[in-house]
Nanobody, 124 residues
Framework: QVQLMESGGGSVQSGGSLRLSCAAS????????MAWFRQVPEAEREPVAL????????LYADSVKGRFSISHDNAKNTVYLQMNSLKPEDSANYYC?????????????????WGQGTQVTVSS
């Protein structure tokens, strides 16, 4: 099992930046697909970004392309989400997730483990 712990959420004005972190612990060798999702009340969890931690290949949702950047520090077993040019519609609870699958897909149904979430609020 892999345990995930997010940090770095907070409040920022429109156009600002935040960096989220997700520290993985446990049997981290079984997962090489790490992802970020976000969710607002009464809505489905929305994919944001994914990275293949061994190949370093990222994948982004169209809504965040060019503004968000996902990266991974193998030595620290930590995934980061750098969020720039934030908009009010980016406000949500952001979740880190890990998949044990051989193929990485930015799909909530493919994820095996979730963090507890961290809130991001962007004011206009």
């Amino acid at each position: 099992q892999v345990q995930l712990m997010e940090s770095g959420g907070g409040s920022v004005q429109s156009g600002g930046s935040l960096r989220l972190s997700c520290a993985a612990s446990g049997y981290t060798d079984i997962s090489h697909c790490m992802a970020w999702f976000r969710q607002v009340p009464e809505a489905e969890r929305e994919p944001v970004a994914l990275i293949h931690t061994r190949l370093g290949i990222p994948l982004y949702a169209d809504s965040v392309k060019g503004r968000f950047s996902i990266s991974h520090d193998n030595a620290k077993n930590t995934v980061y989400l750098q969020m720039n040019s934030l908009k009010p519609e980016d406000s949500a609870n952001y979740y880190c997730a890990a998949s044990y699958a051989d193929t990485c897909r930015l799909d909530a149904h493919e994820m095996n483990t979730w963090g507890q979430g961290t809130q991001v609020t962007v004011s206009s």
